[in-house]
């Protein structure tokens, strides 16, 4: 059974700083990895996906690397800023599992004004 | 506006009731699911639907029944409501699988805070 895994659980960090959000799963055979921001109380933005042929991916600030063989994500923020404290998720989508997505239990970033 | 919306947003019922939680999405999407979000479970598939008239149980499917006529809406169903089912709900959405087994993205709704008491 896939498991998904997010290092740190929470992360505080001053405005401006470049970060490093962590995701490893147990099972590499993977159709792609999803990551999500999640406000509180709100529902979940998708912001990259990385396909399990790809390297990374990049929208913006936002960069995701994927590692197949090893089971690991990463998701670096460029240049934090306060807007970007919100609750990050990566999920798996997994060969052979019914469109499932396994879900992380997320990491929670506040960026320090 | 285009998207993915749920209904209602927030809903508070007693244990034994019959719920009905609603998704609608516009952009004619084949696959639709639902997942339910709790402390220290994280998010929980619950159904999931490939098309109009197909649906197929995800890990959590125990007291819960869905259906989808159109392929815009997938109601999810609380037959009798009891308290472990409080939780959010939330629906999403992808299109359908593309050439070579690749897979889109999910989108998701806003989703539907549910209370049993």
């Known amino acids: 059974k896939q498991e998904v895994t997010q290092i740190p659980a929470a992360l505080s960090v001053p405005e401006g700083e470049n970060l490093v959000l962590n995701c490893s799963f147990t099972?590499?055979?993977?159709?792609?990895l999803q990551w999500f921001r999640q406000d509180p109380g709100k529902g979940l933005t998708s912001l990259l996906l990385?396909?399990?042929?790809?390297r990374e991916q990049t929208s913006g600030r936002l960069n995701a690397s994927l590692d197949k063989s090893s089971g690991r994500s990463t998701l670096y923020i460029a240049a934090s800023q306060p807007g970007d404290s919100a609750t990050y998720l990566c999920a798996v989508d997994t060969s052979g599992s019914a469109r499932q997505l396994t879900f992380g239990s997320g990491t929670q970033l506040t960026v320090l004004p | 506006d285009a998207g993915i919306t749920q209904s209602p947003r927030y809903k508070i019922t007693e244990t034994g009731r019959q719920v009905t939680l609603m998704c609608h999405q516009t952009?004619?999407?084949?696959?639709m699911f639902w997942y339910r979000q709790d402390l220290g479970h994280g998010l929980r598939l619950i159904y999931y639907?490939?098309?109009?008239?197909?649906?197929d149980k995800g890990e959590v499917p125990d007291g819960y029944v869905v259906s989808r006529s159109k392929t815009e809406n997938f109601p999810l169903t609380l037959e009798s409501a009891t308290r472990s089912q409080t939780s959010v709900y939330f629906c999403a959405s992808s299109e359908s699988l593309l050439a070579g087994g690749v897979r889109n993205e999910q989108f998701f709704g806003p989703g539907t805070r549910l209370t049993v008491l």
């Open positions: 990385i396909q399990s042929s790809q």
């Open positions: 639907s490939a098309a109009a008239d197909i649906t």
């Open positions: 099972d590499s055979a993977i159709y792609n």
């Open positions: 952009w004619s999407h084949s696959y």
